[in-house]
C-alpha cells in the first residue's frame, strides 16, 4: 500500500522560526562521547633538510598535524556545538488557476560535501534518542550517499501560489577549543621523543627574518630563548632557532602555526568540523512544504517600502523530525510509524 501524506496549513508561519526552533532542539539532544572523542592527524613524509646533518637513519622527516577534542564543560561544549542544514530544493510549480493542485515530493540523490574532511568523527541518533557524537572508525565511515525517498507525499497548492518541496539534512558543526599539534619528528621511523619538535613553542617571525647559520653560531643561541631578541639589532636576520635551524623545518612550522593565511595550530580555540546525523545509516533530514502567493502586489508601508501580506509565505512540515518529548527524548514523524 502506498503511504500517502498531505500538507495542509491554516496560517503562516515564519519559516525562520521553524528551523531555529528545529536545530535548536536537536543542538540540545547533543551528547560528546568523551571516551572516544573525534580527532583529527595529518602526516607528512620528506627528505631531512640537508643542512641539519643527523644520523645516518634519520634520513626522513615526518611533519605531524593533529587536533582532538578536550572534555568542555556542558556551556562550554553548548556554545561550541551547534547544529544547520543543507537545503536540498525540487523544482518549484507556480499555480496560476483558481482550484488547488496536489504536488507530489519527488525522490533526490544526496551525497556528503565534506567527505575530504580529514576529521574522524561521527553524529549518530541513539537508541535513546540522543546525537553521540564520537571518533569515527574510519575514513570510509564519512562518505555517505543516500536516496531521498518521495514516501507518497504531497503537498496542496492553492491557486495564485507557488510551491515546492526541498529537504533539509541536518549537520553537526563545531567551532571551539581543542587540543592542537604541530610535531616535527626529524627521524622518521624512530620512536625516541628526542627526536620529536613542538614546532609551534618555536616560530615567532616570518622565514624572511632568518638565515642560514654556521654550526658554531647555532651553539650560541640555542641556550636562549626563542623570545629572546636582544642579541640582534633591528632588522638583522638571525640564523633559525635551535630546534628548528633548518629552513624546511621553520617554513613548515611558519605555515602551520602563524601564516595568517594557514590553519594557525598556534591558536587552541579554532578548531572546526562539521559532520551529517545519521540515523540508521540514513542522513537525518525533513521535509518540508513551501507556499508563496503571488496572486497580488504587497502593500507598502508608510515608508514606502514593501509590506509582506500576512498569507506571503508559508511553511509546512510533512516528514521527518517533529521536535523532543518532555524526557528531551527526539520525536519522528512519518507515515507509517508513530
Request: hydrophobic share 30%; net charge positive.
Amino acid at each position: 500500500m502506498a503511504l500517502y501524506a498531505t500538507a495542509k496549513c491554516q496560517k503562516a508561519h515564519d519559516p525562520l522560526a521553524i528551523a531555529r526552533n528545529k536545530t535548536t532542539a536537536l543542538a540540545n539532544a547533543i551528547k560528546i562521547d568523551w571516551a572516544n572523542p573525534p580527532s583529527y592527524s595529518y602526516t607528512r613524509t620528506e627528505n631531512s633538510c640537508d643542512h641539519y646533518i643527523v644520523t645516518f637513519q634519520c634520513h626522513r622527516t615526518a611533519f605531524i598535524s593533529s587536533e582532538r577534542l578536550l572534555p568542555l564543560d556542558a556551556k562550554a561544549a553548548k556554545k561550541a556545538l551547534s547544529i544547520n542544514y543543507d537545503i536540498l530544493p525540487q523544482r518549484s510549480f507556480l499555480n496560476i488557476n483558481t482550484d488547488s493542485v496536489l504536488v507530489s515530493l519527488g525522490e533526490a540523490e544526496w551525497e556528503n560535501q565534506n567527505k575530504n574532511d580529514l576529521w574522524l568523527v561521527s553524529a549518530l541518533v541513539t537508541t535513546m534518542g540522543s546525537i553521540r557524537i564520537s571518533m569515527a572508525k574510519s575514513f570510509d565511515d564519512r562518505v555517505v550517499r543516500s536516496r531521498i525517498k518521495s514516501h507518497g507525499l504531497r503537498g496542496e497548492c492553492p491557486g495564485g501560489h507557488e510551491c515546492h518541496f526541498e529537504t533539509w539534512i541536518f549537520y553537526t558543526l563545531f567551532e571551539g577549543p581543542c587540543l592542537r599539534q604541530a610535531i616535527i619528528n626529524s627521524c622518521d621511523g624512530s620512536g625516541d621523543e628526542r627526536y620529536h619538535i613542538n614546532a609551534c613553542d618555536w616560530v615567532n617571525l616570518p622565514p624572511e627574518n632568518y638565515r642560514d647559520a654556521v654550526e658554531k653560531e647555532y651553539e650560541y643561541v640555542s641556550t636562549h630563548s626563542r623570545h629572546d631578541y636582544s642579541l640582534y639589532s633591528t632588522g638583522e636576520k638571525r640564523p633559525w632557532p635551535g630546534n628548528l635551524r633548518c629552513s624546511q623545518y621553520y617554513k613548515w612550522a611558519w605555515k602551520t602555526c602563524r601564516d595568517p593565511t594557514g590553519p594557525r595550530f598556534d591558536d587552541m580555540a579554532r578548531c572546526t568540523f562539521r559532520t551529517p546525523i545519521l540515523r540508521d545509516g540514513e542522513p537525518l533530514s525533513t521535509t518540508v512544504f513551501i507556499k508563496q502567493d503571488r496572486r497580488g502586489k504587497r502593500k507598502r508601508s508608510a515608508g514606502g517600502m514593501k509590506k509582506p501580506q500576512p498569507m506571503d509565505f508559508k511553511v509546512d512540515i510533512v516528514y521527518g523530525f517533529d521536535g523532543v518529548d518532555a524526557d528531551g527524548r527526539i520525536v519522528f514523524r512519518e507515515p507509517g510509524r508513530t
